[in-house]
């Protein structure tokens, strides 16, 4: 049973426009969260994160929202550019150990 | 600064042969994890080594996958005999020791495994 879930295998967006990647999770313990950039042939990119006492955090065009009541978080790119078309792992640990629990990643395409 | 390393890039064996696959973690990085991603699946975590010591192997799938960090070094992951199902990319990460340790990992390029 998966822990953390991305329910879009795909995304489409306008070059210039907002790009919302959405990341649902079931798990209570979980206190950190990730999002992870991944190009074809290379490992996953550390992106941003958000630790359970926020609910936002922003670097550069990149931001992340966590809701903890609905267990649902989203990353937003805004504005999208050609660059940022890569495969999008959301990611989970919680404060017992290491090890981080990943999505099947959304696969972003940002259109000419 | 050197990332981390992982080496084969791609391995093609037959089922029932053995594969090694390699892990150089950066320079001073005393955490070192493994995952695999099987097509289409989630990046799984197998385990995790402080310095030499396996901290965590929760995720290993059964007892034909041996890992090994002597030295607390590079780390060597060792599928004896390799089966269809061990097909798929495998990871490599590392961390900075204690508490940053779960806030950033940095993960390998990986190796691709088929199994045929």
């Known amino acids: 049973d998966q822990q953390v879930k991305q329910n879009s295998p795909s995304l489409s967006v306008q070059e210039g426009r907002i790009s919302i990647l959405n990341c649902d999770y079931t798990n209570s313990m979980f206190d950190y969260f990730l999002w992870y950039k991944k190009y074809p042939a290379e490992g996953p990119t550390f992106l941003i994160s958000i630790s359970s006492i926020k609910d936002k955090n922003e670097d550069g065009r990149f931001t992340v929202f966590l809701n903890k009541s609905a267990k649902h978080l989203s990353l937003h790119i805004v504005p999208s550019q050609p660059g940022d078309s890569a495969v999008y792992f959301c990611a989970a640990s919680d404060y017992r150990d290491d090890k981080i629990i990943f999505g099947k990643g959304t696969r972003l395409h940002i259109l000419p | 600064e050197a990332g981390v390393t992982q080496f084969p890039s791609h391995s093609v064996i037959e089922k029932g042969q053995t594969v090694t696959l390699r892990c150089d973690p950066i320079?001073?990085?005393?955490?070192l994890y493994w995952y695999r991603r099987v097509m289409g699946k989630e990046i799984k975590f197998l385990l995790h080594f402080v310095k030499e010591s396996k901290q965590d192997e929760s995720g290993m799938p059964n007892n034909r996958f041996l890992a090994e960090r002597t030295g607390g070094t590079y780390s060597t992951l060792k599928v004896q005999p390799a089966e269809l199902e061990d097909s798929g990319v495998y990871f490599c990460?590392?961390?900075?020791?204690?508490?940053?340790?779960?806030?950033?990992?940095?993960f390998g390029p990986g190796t691709r495994l088929l199994v045929l």
């Open positions: 990460a590392s961390s900075l020791p204690g508490l940053a340790g779960r806030e950033t990992q940095y």
């Open positions: 320079s001073g990085h005393d955490n």
